[in-house]
């Protein structure tokens, strides 16, 4: 399963790479939220500082929904899914392998929107750890879930305008744990970040595992 799952996430990096659309397109976007934030709140630092982790997960969700429907429409504009059911690789892994593509696209991008968001908002990070551990757990779960949701969207004909829908309630309980997880790590909130990271963990799991359950049977329907 692993190497089957590899090489769809072989197949979507390359694809990536070559179209170069993360880098032209969703990583300038990205960064753009960042700064027009930055500018609006100029004169007020520590509301900088305060919201700063809400607004990291809030950015990092709004490019999970673009590179979400990028990798849906690679997927079903030339019937490239059903190419790959063909092949034989088990739906199971076609969900593993694009959702680890996912995850690491996301990942590059949270670091770049990190280091901008220290950098301009002067924040300083008093536990890098829990940053970390934060950042790994909650990619996952904005990953399994939305390549499960991204399927279902594009199965129902609309994605542009479901996919948010659907996915965007799902995501709320991780992207208010993550929020304070973070917002321990920075010092700006008194709450217990480890606490949180475990609700994340909690989360994480249960998504990837409805996915790896559920994808093939949604793909037959779509």
């Known amino acids: 399963m692993f190497r089957d799952a590899w090489l769809?996430?072989?197949?979507?990096?390359l694809i990536e790479l070559r179209s170069r659309i993360l880098i032209n397109q969703i990583a300038p976007y990205t960064?753009?939220?960042?700064?027009?934030?930055g500018f609006a709140l100029d004169a007020d630092t520590e509301?900088?500082?305060?919201?700063g982790p809400g607004l990291f997960w809030v950015s990092t969700l709004l490019v999970a929904i673009?590179?979400?429907?990028?990798?849906?429409?690679?997927?079903?504009?030339?019937?490239a899914i059903d190419r790959l059911m063909l092949s034989g690789i088990?739906?199971?892994?076609?969900?593993?392998?694009?959702?680890?593509?996912?995850?690491?696209?996301?990942?590059?991008?949270?670091?770049?929107?990190f280091i901008v968001m220290v950098?301009?908002?002067?924040?300083?990070?008093?536990?890098?750890?829990?940053?970390v551990f934060s950042a790994v757990v909650t990619t996952l779960a904005i990953s399994s879930s939305g390549t499960l949701y991204g399927v279902i969207a594009s199965g129902l004909g609309v994605r542009e305008t479901l996919l948010p829908v659907l996915f965007l309630p799902?995501?709320?309980p991780a992207v208010i744990g993550a929020t304070r997880a973070f917002g321990d790590a920075f010092g700006r909130v008194n709450a217990d970040g480890w606490a949180w990271l475990g609700l994340l963990s909690v989360?994480?799991?249960?998504?990837?595992l409805v996915g790896m359950l559920t994808y093939g049977n949604i793909i037959e329907d779509t």
């Open 8 to 13: 769809v996430t072989k197949k979507d990096l």
């Open 31 to 37: 960064l753009l939220i960042i700064v027009l934030f």
């Open 47 to 51: 509301t900088l500082r305060d919201t």
């Open 66 to 79: 673009l590179a979400i429907q990028r990798s849906v429409d690679v997927e079903t504009s030339d019937s």
């Open 90 to 113: 088990s739906p199971t892994s076609i969900y593993v392998g694009k959702t680890i593509g996912l995850y690491l696209q996301l990942i590059i991008l949270e670091a770049l929107l």
């Open 119 to 131: 950098v301009l908002f002067d924040m300083s990070v008093v536990n890098y750890p829990l940053i």
């Open 170 to 172: 799902v995501l709320a």
């Open 203 to 208: 989360i994480a799991i249960v998504y990837t």
